[in-house]
Protein backbone atom coordinates (compact mmCIF):
# COMPACT_ATOMS: atom_id res chain seq x y z
CA UNK A 1 0.00 0.00 0.00
CA UNK A 2 1.26 3.75 -0.93
CA UNK A 3 0.87 6.45 1.64
CA UNK A 4 2.01 9.59 1.71
CA UNK A 5 3.41 11.98 4.22
CA UNK A 6 2.97 15.49 3.96
CA UNK A 7 5.15 18.13 6.09
CA UNK A 8 4.86 21.61 6.09
CA UNK A 9 5.58 24.99 8.12
CA UNK A 10 2.63 25.46 10.70
CA UNK A 11 2.50 29.38 9.96
CA UNK A 12 1.94 28.44 6.22
CA UNK A 13 4.12 28.94 2.65
CA UNK A 14 4.72 27.62 -0.50
CA UNK A 15 6.70 24.89 -0.33
CA UNK A 16 6.12 21.04 1.58
CA UNK A 17 8.02 17.71 1.75
CA UNK A 18 6.58 15.09 0.71
CA UNK A 19 7.49 11.27 2.01
CA UNK A 20 5.91 8.70 -0.44
CA UNK A 21 5.69 5.37 1.66
CA UNK A 22 5.51 1.90 -0.29
CA UNK A 23 4.75 -0.48 2.71
CA UNK A 24 2.13 -2.19 4.53
CA UNK A 25 2.31 0.27 7.61
CA UNK A 26 -0.88 0.97 10.02
CA UNK A 27 -2.47 4.16 10.59
CA UNK A 28 -1.09 4.30 14.15
CA UNK A 29 2.39 3.43 12.17
CA UNK A 30 2.34 6.17 9.51
CA UNK A 31 1.39 8.56 12.23
CA UNK A 32 4.10 7.18 14.86
CA UNK A 33 6.77 7.86 11.81
CA UNK A 34 5.26 11.43 10.76
CA UNK A 35 5.33 12.95 14.27
CA UNK A 36 9.14 11.52 14.44
CA UNK A 37 10.42 13.60 10.85
CA UNK A 38 8.12 16.26 11.57
CA UNK A 39 9.43 19.36 13.68
CA UNK A 40 6.61 19.69 16.48
CA UNK A 41 7.44 23.39 16.78
CA UNK A 42 7.62 24.56 13.24
CA UNK A 43 5.84 22.23 10.90
CA UNK A 44 2.74 20.39 11.30
CA UNK A 45 2.13 16.90 9.22
CA UNK A 46 -0.66 15.39 7.03
CA UNK A 47 -1.23 11.58 6.04
CA UNK A 48 -2.72 11.03 2.68
CA UNK A 49 -4.68 14.79 2.32
CA UNK A 50 -2.59 18.17 1.67
CA UNK A 51 -3.19 20.11 5.06
CA UNK A 52 -6.40 21.72 4.79
CA UNK A 53 -5.55 25.32 5.83
CA UNK A 54 -6.86 27.23 3.31
CA UNK A 55 -3.03 27.29 1.70
CA UNK A 56 -4.80 25.77 -1.44
CA UNK A 57 -6.79 27.90 -2.01
CA UNK A 58 -4.53 31.07 -2.66
CA UNK A 59 -2.73 28.68 -5.08
CA UNK A 60 -3.55 27.26 -8.98
CA UNK A 61 -1.09 24.82 -9.36
CA UNK A 62 1.48 22.29 -7.65
CA UNK A 63 4.77 21.15 -8.58
CA UNK A 64 6.44 18.30 -7.06
CA UNK A 65 10.06 18.04 -7.77
CA UNK A 66 11.62 14.30 -6.60
CA UNK A 67 14.73 11.91 -7.48
CA UNK A 68 14.23 9.97 -11.05
CA UNK A 69 14.40 5.87 -10.56
CA UNK A 70 17.98 4.95 -9.82
CA UNK A 71 18.64 7.84 -8.51
CA UNK A 72 19.93 7.63 -4.53
CA UNK A 73 17.27 9.68 -2.32
CA UNK A 74 19.45 9.98 1.08
CA UNK A 75 16.66 11.70 2.63
CA UNK A 76 14.20 9.34 1.56
CA UNK A 77 17.10 6.38 3.15
CA UNK A 78 17.25 8.17 6.40
CA UNK A 79 13.30 7.83 6.88
CA UNK A 80 13.79 4.46 6.22
CA UNK A 81 15.79 3.78 8.59
CA UNK A 82 14.14 5.80 10.96
CA UNK A 83 11.18 3.64 10.51
CA UNK A 84 12.89 0.52 10.88
CA UNK A 85 14.26 1.54 13.94
CA UNK A 86 10.90 3.33 15.40
CA UNK A 87 8.70 0.63 14.13
CA UNK A 88 10.98 -2.35 14.81
CA UNK A 89 10.83 -3.52 11.71
CA UNK A 90 13.54 -6.29 9.91
CA UNK A 91 15.96 -4.84 7.98
CA UNK A 92 14.87 -6.49 4.36
CA UNK A 93 11.13 -5.43 5.23
CA UNK A 94 9.45 -4.24 2.22
CA UNK A 95 9.74 -0.81 3.33
CA UNK A 96 11.09 1.73 0.49
CA UNK A 97 10.21 5.85 0.73
CA UNK A 98 10.61 8.98 -1.68
CA UNK A 99 10.83 12.27 -1.13
CA UNK A 100 10.15 15.03 -2.65
CA UNK A 101 9.35 18.74 -2.54
CA UNK A 102 6.01 20.36 -3.29
CA UNK A 103 5.89 24.18 -4.55
CA UNK A 104 2.61 25.64 -5.07
CA UNK A 105 2.86 28.72 -7.19
CA UNK A 106 -0.60 30.58 -8.09
CA UNK A 107 -0.62 31.28 -12.05
CA UNK A 108 -2.81 31.48 -14.74
CA UNK A 109 -1.29 30.11 -17.72
CA UNK A 110 0.32 26.05 -17.72
CA UNK A 111 2.80 27.83 -19.83
CA UNK A 112 4.27 29.73 -17.38
CA UNK A 113 4.04 27.00 -14.34
CA UNK A 114 6.21 25.00 -16.91
CA UNK A 115 8.69 27.60 -17.29
CA UNK A 116 9.02 28.27 -13.14
CA UNK A 117 8.88 24.28 -12.99
CA UNK A 118 11.92 24.30 -15.21
CA UNK A 119 14.23 25.93 -12.66
CA UNK A 120 13.03 24.08 -9.91
CA UNK A 121 15.14 20.90 -10.80
CA UNK A 122 18.05 19.37 -12.29
CA UNK A 123 16.69 17.07 -15.38
CA UNK A 124 19.42 14.69 -15.71
CA UNK A 125 18.55 13.04 -11.65
CA UNK A 126 15.03 14.81 -11.10
CA UNK A 127 11.43 14.83 -12.07
CA UNK A 128 9.03 17.18 -12.04
CA UNK A 129 5.05 16.97 -12.01
CA UNK A 130 2.78 19.69 -12.14
CA UNK A 131 -0.86 19.21 -11.00
CA UNK A 132 -3.69 21.78 -10.77
CA UNK A 133 -5.19 22.62 -8.35
CA UNK A 134 -8.68 22.49 -8.32
CA UNK A 135 -11.67 23.59 -5.93
CA UNK A 136 -8.76 23.02 -3.14
CA UNK A 137 -7.51 19.83 -4.32
CA UNK A 138 -4.40 18.74 -4.66
CA UNK A 139 -4.34 15.66 -6.95
CA UNK A 140 -0.68 14.83 -7.08
CA UNK A 141 0.06 10.54 -8.05
CA UNK A 142 0.27 7.95 -5.41
CA UNK A 143 2.90 5.76 -6.90
CA UNK A 144 6.50 5.01 -6.53
CA UNK A 145 8.64 6.89 -9.47
Same mark, same amino acid.
Given at each position: ????????? @?????????????????????? @???????????? @??????????????????? *??????????????????????????? +??????????? +???????????????????????????????? *?????????? @???
Amino acid at each position: MISRIYVIP @KKGGEKANSYLIDSKLSKKELT @KLAEAITNPILE @KFSINTFPEDGLRRKFTYA *IEIGFKPGVTDNVGHTVKEIATDLLKL +KKDSELNVYTS +KIFLIKLDKLKDVREIASTLYNPLIERAYIAP *IKFGKINLPM @KTP
